[in-house]
């Protein structure tokens, strides 16, 4: 069924909103994804802040070139459906990337960023980089680490000087005792 022309600027001006508001998008190709596991997928992608979507390849294309995208243009081609990641491409991989262990139909041919094009063996490497919270615990770790350690120092002379008080009345007990 073809498109309208309103429909068809329409859609552009969609995908520009989409691609202005992200870190990047992937690109899977999801031929004979049935529509529940296509549904799942798209709360996956909920779920890491993204938006997973059937895209029209040449508006698509015009869109990237509108906002300044590079031209992925091998990615678009054939029936392909898009994950926005609006917080973390990393996350967003990751979560596509785990999808397809549940569904053979569905494969990832791309990732594009806005200064970078990454290819379907790039995406690896991609998947295995640290989130944002993880990389935010690993820094708050680094910083609460040598405070802990700093009050540890500061409190052992306290500590150390209890010890030998209790360590001498428990002595005098005893010898009172034993007279």
Known sequence: MAITKERKIELVEQYIDLLERSKGMVVTEYRGLTMPRFNAIRDKMREVGSQYMVTKNTLLKIALSEVGFEGPVDLLNGPVAVGFAFDNLPATVKALMDATKDNELLILK?????????????????????????????????????????????????????SVIAAYIEKHESSDEAA
């Open 110 to 162: 791309g990732a594009i960023a806005p200064t970078e094009v990454y290819n379907e063996a790039q995406l690896k490497v991609l998947s295995e980089l640290p989130t944002m919270d993880e990389l935010r615990a690993t820094l708050a770790g680094m910083v609460v680490q040598p405070a802990a350690q700093l009050i540890s120092l500061l409190v052992a002379p306290q500590r150390d000087v209890v």
